[in-house]
């Protein structure tokens, strides 16, 4: 989807869009006024609604991106298309992300090195790719979403929150890289959200986990959204090496 011309401010690269956080996201920054693409793995055709939808609603651009992150080749595709089509963007922020649950031991290779392509791998070699633009215009900011299992660990998801903690160190060390060059990178840890990675708890279980919240629920994409907005906003100017925790007090 396309216009025949992108507004001069302020552009936006949002990887996982079509997923929860992705779309909220998504939703979030064109009320704020970004231009956006919007990348996905599946769903282009409800994303290509969405995307229609919000560039009526709010008058922005919005294109859609496909990549397969779990091949090296499709993020070297992207990176080429988003070269090709000028766009200078003055935001990353990936959001794409699975999880695998279950013990170490039961963990298949395979299953170890596709979460680890999606969930730390894409975000390096996106970051390695666009960090160079924003040296080149000296400003930029750069967002990853983690977790609190990033922070602390978690039993039966091992995998997923060694690679957000992988996600957090990166955070601070690309800060600290890259801030001499006005180029601020944070990140967000979010709670227990209501996406689809909760699809394989059951009622009982969701129930016993909101009772873990100090807010005594359970975290809404759109929660985690407003976060992502604030950090890449220039009301977060003076932020960067951050990583913000949105998760209803659970690890408090």
């Known amino acids: 989807m396309q216009t025949s011309s992108m507004r001069e401010e302020r552009r936006v690269l949002l990887t996982g869009a ?8 998504a939703r979030v920054l064109a009320r704020e006024g970004y231009n956006l693409i919007l990348h996905y793995f599946e769903s282009g055709d409800s994303l290509a609604q969405e995307a229609e939808s919000l560039q009526e609603t709010y008058g922005i651009y919005v294109d859609t991106v496909q990549a397969d992150f779990r091949q090296p080749q499709d993020l070297i595709r992207l990176v080429e298309e988003v070269n090709r089509k000028r766009y200078e963007l003055d935001g990353l ?14 963990l298949s290779p395979d299953q170890w090195q596709d979460l680890m392509s ?3 791998d894409a975000v390096y070699l996106l970051d390695q790719a666009i960090l ?18 990033g922070l602390r660990g978690a039993s039966c998801e091992a ?14 060390s690309l800060a600290r890289e890259y801030g ?10 979010p709670g227990v959200i209501q996406t689809e990675m909760l699809a394989r ?24 959204a407003e976060a992502i907005a604030f950090l890449i906003s220039d009301k977060a100017s003076f932020i960067t090496g951050q990583t913000l925790v949105v998760d209803g007090g659970f690890i408090a």
Do not use: C
């Open 180 to 189: 001499p060059s006005g180029i601020r990178v944070n990140a967000v840890a």
């Open 18 to 25: 079509s997923g929860g956080i992705g779309m909220a996201t």
């Open 93 to 106: 922020i990936h959001t794409a992300g699975i999880s695998e649950w279950g013990l170490l031991t039961d």
């Open 132 to 149: 160079p633009y924003m040296v080149q215009r000296k400003r930029g900011t750069i967002l990853h979403v983690a977790s609190i299992w």
């Open 159 to 172: 995998a997923y929150a060694a690679s957000k903690a992988a996600v957090v160190s990166l955070t601070q």
């Open 201 to 224: 708890f059951s009622e009982e279980d969701l129930r016993d986990l909101a009772a873990q919240t100090p807010l005594y629920r359970l975290g809404q994409p759109e929660e985690v």
């Open 118 to 120: 999606i969930n730390l």
